[in-house]
Nanobody, 114 residues
């Protein structure tokens, strides 16, 4: 079955960086686009970024544009989210998503605080 496992979250100071990873299994990873979402306390889950199956096309939300980069390694069945210049408002649980299967990981907590 489709399985997504996120990692890489943690506590970071404002202005810091983190790289999130999502290891996928149970489907032909290189065939499908992948996305990242996040959910802050008391808020709805929001889309962060999407990458095409081959990685040649990406898009991201205005809230992270210029600070976050989505990428993938199809040989490793892994999608990444590089986050720079982190702000307290980036604090959330970050989820990996395979839209074709409506599959979600368990999430990884990112906390930005001094």
């Amino acid at each position: 079955q489709v399985q997504l496992v996120e990692s890489g979250g943690g506590l970071v100071q404002p202005g810091g960086s983190l790289r999130l990873s999502c290891a996928a299994s149970g489907f032909t990873f290189s065939t499908y686009l992948m996305s990242w979402y996040r959910q802050a306390p008391g808020k709805e889950r929001e889309w962060v970024a999407t990458i095409s199956s081959a990685g040649g096309s990406t898009s991201s939300s205005d809230s992270v544009k210029g600070r976050c980069t989505i990428s993938r390694d199809n040989a490793k069945n892994t999608v990444y989210l590089q986050m720079n210049s982190l702000k307290p408002e980036d604090t959330a649980v970050y989820y990996c998503n395979a839209p074709r299967f409506n599959a979600w990981g368990q999430g990884t907590q990112v906390t930005v605080s001094s």
